[in-house]
């Protein structure tokens, strides 16, 4: 699998890279371990692409310093590009030819033998769920579809590392699923993966360890259980009988549990912050006086979950502001994705 001595996959320190008056990367140091899937979460223009287009050699960092599983990016890019692979915000496929002829193309480049690139690309359509549109033009692919092109085209050889650039932005939740199989897939097979999201939801159910950035920083970096406990012991979510009760619930819940109280999109629901408090009480027992004292007021909760707090919280946590939203339902079944090696 070949790590550096230090098990790292990527290590930056003070990783700069400026654009006009534009300090888009600002400084990043990020230490990802080989064999995982790191998240990078941030809003739009935080700096995703731009670190991601300079680990993967293809943007050269005005400050600070990049290595690839030991390799500087600057002076042995060579040796930084023969371990990765990137799909991203940009093409790597041809609009005109179809799927299968993208893959069988890609395999040449890469050194295959005519039968071999066949046999692999046929493999790859197969396990991308491609099969049937192996023959069509990829300009007449769905999003979806496209987007599964692009990693299985980036997956031909299997890469040491590979640069996912919001594999999912765009997808409805059907695709966004398959996406994710097939990272849990490549990541199973050996595969760093660095994944890159404005998508709390996603970060939350594919890496292991997170890196919040905004405005080119890390404003925060934890595996996902380090980052929710940062801002609390746990949140409350609670669904009333009756959305007019609500103003009165949420005034109720911030004196109990002297917490902020976040009022969710759902007319009904609730979500209250719950942190630990000077007599010592834990967000169990806060949370329970806390339903007591709705009983008594007769305020009917229907439903009541104690919980880690999402990745939402915690990005409202950090930087006063909510991250992108996914709208996105919760996850659907699905089928288990195998990868041929
Ligand atoms: N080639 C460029 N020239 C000038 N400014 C750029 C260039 N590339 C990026 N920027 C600016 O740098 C900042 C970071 O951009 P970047 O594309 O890295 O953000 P991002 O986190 O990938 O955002 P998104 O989620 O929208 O893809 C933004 O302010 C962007 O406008
Ligand atoms: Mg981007």
């Avoid at 040796?79 to 005109?96: I, K």
Wanted: hydrophobic content about 40%.
């Amino acid at each position: 699998m070949g790590e550096s001595a230090s098990g790292l996959a990527i290590e930056t320190s003070g990783l700069v890279k400026v654009f006009g008056e534009t300090r888009a990367v600002d400084g990043v140091d990020l230490a990802v371990p080989a064999g995982t899937v790191y998240g990078v979460l941030g809003p739009n223009g935080a700096g995703k692409t731009t670190t991601v287009k300079m680990l993967a050699t293809l943007l050269r960092p005005d400050g600070g310093r990049a290595r690839v599983f030991g390799h500087d990016v600057l002076h042995e890019a060579d040796a930084v590009r023969a371990r990765v692979s990137l799909t991203g915000q940009y093409a790597s496929v041809d609009e005109d030819l179809t799927g299968a002829e993208n893959l069988i193309l890609l395999g040449r480049l890469l050194g295959h033998r005519k039968p071999a690139a066949r046999r692999r690309a046929e493999q790859l359509l197969e396990a991308f769920g491609l099969a049937e549109a192996a023959g069509k033009q990829v300009k007449n692919y769905s999003g979806g579809m496209r987007r599964r092109i692009d990693i299985a085209a980036s997956i031909l050889n299997t890469p040491d590392l590979l640069f996912l650039d919001e594999p999912t932005t765009g997808l409805d939740p059907r695709s966004r699923n398959q996406v994710w199989d097939i990272v849990r897939a490549v990541v199973s097979r050996g595969t760093t993966v660095l994944l890159t999201t404005q998508y709390l939801d996603e970060a939350d159910q594919l890496a292991s360890r997170i890196a919040v950035i905004d405005h080119g920083k890390v404003i925060a970096e934890g595996t996902k259980g380090e980052l929710k406990a940062s801002v609390g012991a746990g949140a409350v979510h609670l669904r009333l009988r009756d959305a007019e009760r609500r103003p009165e619930a949420e005034r109720l819940l911030a004196r109990v549990l002297e917490a902020r109280i976040q009022l969710d999109p759902d007319p009904v629901a609730l979500t209250a912050r719950v942190g630990l408090r000077g007599d010592g009480a834990g967000a169990a027992e806060q949370a329970s006086r806390a339903l007591a004292e709705l009983a008594r007021s007769g305020i009917t909760v229907d439903t009541f979950s104690l919980g880690q707090p999402s990745l939402d919280e915690v990005f409202l946590a950090l930087t006063d502001r909510p991250a992108a939203r996914t709208g996105a339902p919760e996850n659907e079944a699905n089928e288990e994705q195998e990868i041929p090696a």
